[in-house]
């Protein structure tokens, strides 16, 4: 008899992942379904997408998209849910297998707890999750015997070099970055530096946040926080190189000096598919990749001097506590900011550099704490662009 399909509850389906993870399932009817869907705005996409996987559930964030979303399914048996709770109250459905955490920022946090209280597998792409509360998070599916499959494909490449290895103490692992559209530039040209031209990312294509985190390489330091929380590692264990070419999604060093990469074509939907698969290989016709078309792989240091988002990550990867919960939160305002056209490239760093300073530290937060931390850092961060 055919196995049970797995029900898939996809967070933030209207984003980058979330239309790439629906493309996955589309391709694979025989092995996924979708339980739930959620997304904030996009009303028009989201009916669409619930009109065509019909769904179980689906959440839209904006209250006041509610009624339209309701009246567009009104012929269906899908539930439509809206308000602050709802993420989290459709998180704790028993009917879904596997929650593909696809939002972005510190929104993502909530329904993943949720999910990972339940003891459910969770697909994560959402990296703000570790990065904010990572100890918890990582207490918690330990507790739940909730499996955390990482989907960030730099991640997804040590967790799929770490098959097999479990008795083999990591000596280091290496994270790949792209350099992102500013490889090579310095200050003096990024301080003109304008959202759109920061918009560009050379090798993948991304939602907004991410695309510009990857321009100021806090991309990679929010990604070492990430790998130390799933790999348990110490932060001298995690380095980083640049690799233009995206090609080599990350690799990991063994105690025999052995390193082994993961290594494709930059397409999400890979890791994607491989996250809801696991742990089998799922056969696909996405392009594969040819040496010919390749003829030189490049890995060089990343500039520290230009970049400082990197080493403000690592300072919060050493400082561990809430620090990379204030570091996250000043970010995204930043980030939210510079998109808007209210502040500069360089601003960001700035910005996320002066609120590190400023947000009381604390050595070993609550899930309470990390909240107030958020809260008080995004304050902090708004005052200082004068939001
Ligand atoms: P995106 O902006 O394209 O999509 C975000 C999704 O989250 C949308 O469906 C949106 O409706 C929803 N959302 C946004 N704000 C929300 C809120 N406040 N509450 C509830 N839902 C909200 O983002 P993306 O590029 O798909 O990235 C999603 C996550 O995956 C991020 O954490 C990102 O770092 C991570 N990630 C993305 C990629 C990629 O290739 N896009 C790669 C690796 C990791
Ligand atoms: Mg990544």
Known sequence: MAEQRKRIAIMGSTGSIGTQALDVIRSQAELFEVEILTAQTNDELLVKQALEFMPNAIVIGDEKKYEVVKL???????????????????????????????????AGLKPTLKAISKGKMIALANKETLVVAGDIVMQLALENRAPIIPVDSEHSAIFQCLVGESRNAIEKIILTASGGPFLGKKPNFLVNVKRDHALQHPNWSMGAKITIDSATLMNKGLEMIEAKWLFNLQPHQIEVVV???????????????????????????????YALGFPNRIKNDFPRFNFRKYPALNFEEPDYKTFRNLGLSIEALKAGGNMACTLNAANEIAVWAFLKNRIGFLDITA????TMETISFIKKPTLEEYFETDGEARNFAASMMKL
């Not at 910005?351 to 002066?354: G, N």
């Open 72 to 106: 567009a399914l009104a012929s269906t048996n899908i539930k439509v849910f809206t308000g602050e709770h709802a993420l989290e109250e459709v998180a704790d459905f028993d009917t879904y297998d596997i929650m593909l955490a696809a939002i972005v920022g510190f």
């Open 351 to 354: 910005v996320v550099e002066k």
């Open 243 to 273: 690799h233009p070419q995206s090609i080599v999604h990350s690799l990991v060093q063994f105690e025999d000096g052995s390193l082994k990469a993961q290594i494709g074509l930059p397409d999400m939907k890979l890791p994607i598919q």
